[in-house]
């Protein structure tokens, strides 16, 4: 769902409850009783975990800012969790800033029912790192070419690249018929099928300049035959012309001489 839709539900039901005078254990805030941390979300990208604090800290005292940022750039993803030290804290911090604008971006802050401590996180990295050790040396890493930097699925222990003895070896042909430079023997006598090859490709060239040259001679034919018969059909439409020009002059010389008479 779009975070501004869920933004004006949350202030909706909030203006509900407190039209309908609700009380606190009746809220839809008692489901997060258990739970002080916060979700912030839209924030902009500019903002630090200090600022975060500041922001956050008149509603309560903040025992935890953990602001999500990419593993390879360090670069803030635009949300944030955020723990008080009292619970209540969280109702006012949802009740006020959910829907506040913070550097001209509307921000969504909503409860956190299930969230994990940076101890757990730190956990979960070193369980992260076992398997990447399991899967072995990133040959990427090796070559200086890795982008996918902490992401990488591989590990990426300097001391344990160095010992592989991966690099230039690592580039030899694995397979003996990768090893085979010479041609195989199914293949004799290259150099004569390459020179029939060149020959065969000349003569058809041959072949084609004799044929361009005899259809050029029979286009001119036709193109010849054509002229002359445009100018036999200009002759006869010009003979008819004629022709019934002198018969449009007699009519008029008749009618003339009628009218004389």
Aim: glycine share 6%.
């Amino acid at each position: 769902m779009n975070p501004l839709t869920l933004v004006k539900r949350t202030q909706k039901i909030n203006l509900t409850e407190a039209a309908l005078g609700i009380s606190d254990g009746a809220s839809w805030h008692a489901k997060y009783k258990d739970s002080a941390y916060i979700f912030i979300g839209g924030i902009s990208f500019d903002l630090t975990e200090g600022d975060l604090l500041a922001v956050f800290a008149q509603y309560g005292e903040v025992v935890d800012v953990n602001l999500v940022r990419d593993k390879a750039t360090g670069k803030s993803k635009g949300f944030a969790f955020l723990a008080y030290e009292d619970q209540r804290s969280t109702i006012l911090a949802v009740d006020n800033l959910n829907g506040a604008k913070i550097l001209g971006r509307i921000v969504r802050v909503d409860h956190v029912s299930n969230y994990k401590k940076k101890e757990e996180e730190e956990e979960d990295e070193e369980e992260r790192q076992k398997k990447r050790e399991a899967r072995g040396v990133c040959r990427a890493f090796q070559r200086g070419e890795c982008k996918w930097g902490d992401a990488c699925k591989f590990s990426h222990d300097e001391q344990r690249c160095a010992n592989t003895g991966w690099g230039a070896k690592d580039r030899e042909p694995r397979w003996n018929h990768d090893k085979y430079d010479e041609p195989p023997k199914s293949r004799k006598n290259i150099s004569q099928r390459t020179s029939d090859h060149n020959e065969y490709h000349h003569k058809a060239r041959e072949g084609d300049d004799e044929d361009i040259h005899h259809r050029k001679s029979k286009r001119d034919n036709y193109s010849e035959r054509w002229r002359l018969k445009g100018d036999h059909e200009e002759k006869r439409h010009r003979h008819e012309r004629e022709r019934s020009t002198r018969h449009r002059s007699r009519e008029d010389e008749e009618s003339q001489r009628r009218t004389r008479t």
